[in-house]
């Protein structure tokens, strides 16, 4: 037997006697693992410093070298989420539906934790506490297989947070970390069907397509976000220049940061020039079609593989749509099916464009930047779900979990 | 391009149309298919008596031969099918849950269609239909890929309905059949993620393997029952007997039939001669463990393989267990996480068992037969779902759609 296949046996193990704790033992355990994170600070550092020695001898990115440091206020941080999420209500035992038979049959559906849940993510460690905390508050066991880069940092993290989860009662084996980071063990947890229920790949579209190609465990396919506004042709322009903006350039590195703005071409030769300003002041690049580059003639020209584009950086595509219409089959055909927003004072408009864009979270006058579980008041989330089987948009606790019917009779057969 | 990527595109076409349409064309579309199925039942019979010939021609068994016959009853049996699911409700549209966010932005969760649903099936032509339906009443267009043996009566039948669809003012494409037959075919519409949002495999145990190893697209797995009653030392034993009776033999060839009765050993001695003696009467040949044949010296021996058989006939593997808790290791051990049952009139047993049995349908004193959208008042199902990801259980017009968050707001943006 393989290590990983013993991993995924322990894993389902433990994950029935998780499903049946109390919100409050649970709780116990989230605290404890806070607890214990901020009293072992010192080794943590200590073998943080060593992933960030390998990353530099190795040349990573300062991006890369800045997602993998740990800091005594980042512990601080991840001790404090893992409260959060003691904080939230635990979705397990809620009854989602129930009703009574012609024949007497009480059926109660019944939110329960999924099982085993495995998460493979990429070089921030605060995923391994950050998933953990999300995966036990559910009731599930969790195995978690992060990058090569963060194994140091994996390692203890996961290590601090299983030893205190077991001192307040957890089964051993609640929470386990794949050690090795070679390829094949990503690939024998996505072919571990027996041991596990679902798994959730974190990281960048490579990664996701991937687990997504490879996996025969179900995924759910988080994150990639080309996202756009639209703006109409009775948008309001000082609010569609805020809302633009921040789209755009409060946090461009996002999943939930706008790429593209399609503008209607009624509104075009006074909306881009206060647009095409705006961004120029805060350092984003345009990229834009014909249309755009008669209004705005000193911006590069944006090309077909611009409106697939993920850019998480200061650029930004611009293209001048005839018609709400363009505008919505743009979006179908070149977005991600995550975030999409319009600007518009016309109902019709407004009401077409709920409805027809086909994306997960769907915005008429406001941001893009909300799709979050912490924005949407469902508190921390394990990602964003791009694809329509399950969850769609921020995932947060109830999205860990599944149903089942419970059905009480008094001796009922089928005539 | 190729032909079953053709089929996509246009699917990916008619599910945007699809997703607006409103009930009440949608209603008027079944009403449609149904009355030209009927009309046109000369044509179809022909094409199902040359799917007949060939099936003779190649020795396919009876019971297949019998699946694959079509009559004018079961003809008249499909089209009552599709007007039952235009009587039910439509999902879409369905507000799930909504909220207003300090900021003032509103958040609704809103049900709509999947998009393009994939089914891929076995011999039963009435398939083509009945999922046809549930598909199109739920607001997604259908890719169908049945078997060979079908071909000509999935072809009129396909030809039929798209056709009467199409008059009704559904969107061309909506209802397309793959007219290959290879097993290319069916691994190429596996792949087709760009185009197809979910593929739902329904026929035998080896079909449904296979799409979940070679699928890309997500699946949702059903079917497998490997389904057990667990006769408690606290059941009303006559209780006991109606039921595993019903869950045995009322129709032992589907995947909610009981295949493994657990028996206490309290009640054993005294419970086991009357249930094989009823079982015995009723043509059902049991295979028992080491304590069952003390109790019942005449019995076939079972082995460690029989725990884990779906028999889908009269044949019952039998064990005598010590306790509740051996009783769920066996279950939670060697089922298939389909419907399981107790019959106890035992308050805590009864209370553990729902918990701890990780089933998608649990019973208590009642048959396991029950797990059937229209026993449930779900309506018609497309199947039932043994995974955890998405849909748990009988699966009917919910289950056939996703969510999404629209958001109304008046110029938020995120700070």
Redesign the interface.
């Known amino acids: 037997m393989s290590d990983i296949q013993e991993i995924g046996i322990r894993a389902r193990e433990a994950s ?1 006697a998780m ?2 704790l109390t919100t409050e033992a649970k709780n116990r355990a989230l605290e404890e693992m806070a607890r214990a994170l901020v009293a072992r600070t010192a080794e943590i550092l200590t073998a943080n410093e060593e992933d960030r020695r390998g990353g530099r001898e190795s040349g990573i990115s300062d991006a890369l070298m800045d997602r993998l440091m740990l800091t005594e206020g980042r512990i601080q941080e991840m001790a404090a989420g893992l409260r959060e999420v003691a904080a939230l209500p635990d979705p397990v035992g809620e009854v989602v539906d129930g ?1 009574r ?1 012609p024949n007497g ?1 009480d ?1 109660k ?1 019944v939110r ?1 934790p ?2 085993v849940i495995g998460i493979i993510y990429e070089a921030r460690p605060n995923v391994t506490v950050d998933a953990a905390g999300l995966c036990l508050k559910s009731g599930n066991a969790v195995i978690l297989r992060g990058s090569s880069s963060a194994i140091n940092s994996n390692r203890i993290l996961t290590e601090v947070i299983a030893h205190a989860a077991e001192l307040a009662g957890l089964p051993s084996g609640c929470v386990q970390l794949i050690l090795s980071t070679e390829r094949e063990s990503a690939v024998e947890l996505m072919h571990l ?1 027996d041991y596990v ?2 798994l959730i790949p974190r990281g960048g579209a490579g990664l996701i397509r991937t687990v ?2 490879e996996s ?1 465990v ?3 396919e988080t994150g990639v976000g080309n996202c756009h506004t639209y703006v109409d042709a009775e948008a ?1 322009l000082e ?1 569609a220049l ?2 633009v ?3 755009k350039t ?1 946090r461009p590195g996002v999943c939930n940061a706008m790429e593209t703005m399609l503008v209607h071409r009624d509104i075009a030769t006074e909306f881009l020039p206060m647009a095409a300003e705006a961004m120029h002041e805060r350092g984003v690049v345009i990229r834009g079609d014909e249309v755009t580059r008669k209004i705005l003639p000193a911006v590069e020209e944006a090309t077909e593989e611009d409106w697939y584009e993920e850019y998480l950086d200061l650029i930004l595509a611009v293209r001048v749509v005839p018609t709400i219409a363009e505008a919505m089959k743009h979006i ?1 055909t070149y977005g991600s099916k995550h975030s999409d927003a319009i600007v518009t004072n016309d109902y019709e408009a ?1 009401r077409r464009f ?3 864009v ?10 893009t ?3 979050d579980g912490n ?3 469902l508190g921390a989330e394990i990602g964003i779900s791009t ?4 969850a ?2 921020p995932m947060s606790l109830r999205e860990l979990t ?14």
Chains 1, 2 share one sequence.
């Open positions: 029935q499903s049946t009703w038979l049959l059926i559906k329960v999924m099982g069907r229920d679902v997504v190609e025969t179900p995924v759910i309001d609010m805020n809302i903006i921040n789209a409060q179908n407004a709920a409805r027809e086909d994306s997960a979270d769907v915005y008429i006058n406001a941001s930047r909300f799709t924005q949407y008041g694809q329509k089987l399950h769609r948009g599944s149903s089942k019917f419970i059905i009480h009779g008094d001796g009922q057969v089928r005539s």
